[in-house]
């Protein structure tokens, strides 16, 4: 216990807290900005099981505020959650870290979830968390809300049946479009770093059972503008999701094709997750395609477009914008 002897030393933790850290379960949804200090976080105050869920590989501007990842790990072509829990065993072996390369979605959302004792939100995008926030409903998890942009960011923990959820302060998720995203206006890793200490702060009152401390509300901060406040929204009557149980977002159909927050990307979902990976080679090789393989994904370019097929048959497709070419391509060069 020499480890954490100093976190022992907070009297609101404690021993018992630190064994209750030590038997705690928890998921992380996304695995960039946030995700990187959040779990370096926890891994280090030593949370038990932590399993971390992320879509992407690692590219060169990420590392500006991914604390976890390093030109190495790009040059290895790596998955993120995979280089997460390299470095992550390596500063706490004690504990277990698992790991998904796979897209959140509705159809494998409560599967992650399902026996964990808390759920982070270190995603970039509206429509994981809403279905975090009615999977955290109807699982009745704990969840934590993050999100930032530019030098702004904003954070709340929602407990089913005790706090207003994510639906009660914000009932719609916003029109496409219609919000600035990391694209438009950029980040500042000052602020990920804030917010993802924060959440993974509250994490540590939830899974403690200090949950009196938590945030009260919403925690809105603006880094660069010194801007400071609390919103304290209130538990809507009429909530869809934690007044009539009425998870939409569950229940409503995966889309087979999303464009990708700052990535100048998109994903294509297929309809069968069966590939096969050496016709697919063969294929491209007799089009003269060059194509690189690791245990997680093929990797090649066409006409700038480089595309990243993972083993499941989904595909990032960077350098389009536009979902239907990204469609027609992925039909062309790799087929449904
Ligand atoms: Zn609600």
């Known amino acids: 216990m020499e480890r954490y002897s100093k976190q022992i030393l907070f009297s609101d933790i404690g021993m018992e807290g630190q064994n209750r850290l030590k038997n705690s379960k928890v998921i992380i949804i996304g695995c960039g900005a946030l995700g990187t200090v959040i779990s370096n976080n926890l891994a280090r105050a030593g949370v038990g099981y932590i399993k971390i869920v992320d879509r992407d590989y690692i590219e060169l501007s990420n590392l500006q505020r991914q604390l976890l990842f390093d030109e190495e790990d790009i040059e290895e072509n790596l998955p993120k959650a995979i280089a997460a829990k390299r470095k992550l065993q390596r500063i706490n072996s004690d504990i277990k870290i698992e790991t998904e390369v796979v897209d959140v979605n509705s159809r494998n959302i409560e599967k992650l979830c399902s026996d964990m004792d808390l759920i982070l939100d270190a995603t970039d995008n509206f429509s994981t968390r809403y279905l975090i926030n009615d999977t955290a409903i109807k699982l009745n998890i704990p969840w934590i809300y993050g999100g930032v942009i530019g030098s702004m960011g904003m954070l709340t923990s929602i407990i089913p049946g005790a706090t207003p959820c994510f639906r009660c302060f914000m009932p719609k998720p916003p029109a496409s479009g219609s919000v600035d995203t990391c694209d438009t206006i950029g980040v500042l890793n000052g602020i990920t ?39 304290k929204p209130s538990k809507k009557e009429d909530c869809r999701a934690c007044g009539s149980e009425d998870f939409e977002f569950l229940e409503r159909a995966e889309e087979d094709a999303i464009s990708l927050c700052g990535k100048n990307s998109v994903q294509v979902n297929p309809f069968s997750s069966q590939i096969s990976v050496e016709s697919i ?42 979902l239907n070419k990204a469609r027609t391509l992925y039909a062309k060069y790799i087929g449904y």
Do not use: C, H, P
């Open 281 to 322: 080679i063969n294929k491209l090789s007799s089009m003269d395609i060059e194509v690189k393989k690791n245990s997680f994904f093929l990797k090649f370019e066409i006409d700038d477009v480089i595309f990243t097929l993972f083993y499941d048959g989904r595909a990032i497709l960077k350098g389009v914008t536009d």
């Open 193 to 231: 770093s804030i917010v993802a200490s924060y959440q993974s702060t509250e994490a540590l009152k939830i899974l403690t059972g200090n949950e009196k401390s938590l945030i009260e509300g919403l925690l809105y901060i603006d880094i660069w503008n010194s801007d400071f406040e609390y919103i």
